[in-house]
């Protein structure tokens, strides 16, 4: 079946550096990629929507200077968080649309952020 | 605007029952999925189980089923014979056919089976 790899799974960086987050499908042509976060104990929230060779698209509330999204190919959507505060350890999941009928969506394992 | 509402924060059963995890949505697009997914501690999401808005049939896969009742906006998750395994959040989520591929997700649902 379709794999979406996420890397890394958990990193812990110092306030104010900055993580980039990969997001790669593995056997499948991603135009489309999701960016998620979850708090603990809560339900995931969309962040922005990520698309190849064009700006990503955010929701309302997320601010696109601290967390730039690259679609650089059809494979590979990176979120990086910029200027970490603690107060942005969470947990980042993406997911990848084959874009072939109405099921095919998949998410990566997730990454775990925590900024000391 | 699409919204997801799943009622039971928390939820027991016991090993080999069966367990029926409430969903309901609203939304005014016509054409629409809904899904069910299971996030285990590790934190990765798993699919379990799809409905079209046009499918006649309620989706079956094997020990999970969908009770998909349009009319009443309702897409119930049944596990038969739970397992220990089974324990784990359950998310329904929906996404419009038509256009925004994105999914939106109920709060969750924690179940625990219990031998």
């Known amino acids: ?116 | 605007a699409q919204k997801i509402t799943q009622t039971q924060p928390g939820m027991f059963v016991q090993e080999k029952e069966a367990v029926t995890l409430d969903c309901t949505y609203d939304t005014s697009d016509p054409s629409y999925g809904l899904f069910w997914y299971k996030q285990p501690s590790s934190g990765e999401m798993i699919f379990l189980i799809y409905q079209g808005s046009y499918d006649q049939q309620n989706a079956t896969e094997g020990r999970y089923s969908l009770n998909f009742q349009k009319a009443r906006k309702s897409a119930n998750l049944v596990i038969s014979a739970s397992q220990l395994g089974d324990s784990a959040m359950y998310f329904c989520a929906m996404r419009d056919n038509t256009g925004r591929r994105a999914l939106t997700f109920g709060s969750g649902t924690r179940l625990q089976v219990q031998p």
């Not at chain 1, 590979?76 to 969470?90: I, K, N, Q, R, Y």
């Not at chain 1, 099921?103 to 990454?111: P, R, Y």
Request: charged residues 20%; proline residues 3%; hydrophobic residues 35%.
């Open chain 1, 1 to 116: 079946g379709a794999v979406v790899s996420q890397h890394p799974s958990r990193v812990i960086c110092k306030s104010g550096t900055s993580v980039k987050i990969e997001c790669r499908s593995l056997d499948f042509q991603a135009t489309t990629m999701f960016w998620y976060r979850q708090f603990p104990k809560k339900s995931l929230m969309l962040m922005a929507t990520s698309n190849e060779g064009s700006k990503a698209t955010y929701e309302q509330g997320v601010e696109k200077d601290k967390f730039l999204i690259n679609h650089a190919s059809l494979t590979l959507s990176t979120l990086t968080v910029t200027s970490a505060h603690p107060e942005d350890s969470s947990f980042y999941i993406c997911s990848a649309d084959r874009g072939r009928g109405t099921g095919e969506l998949f998410f990566g394992e997730g990454s775990r952020l925590t900024v000391l």
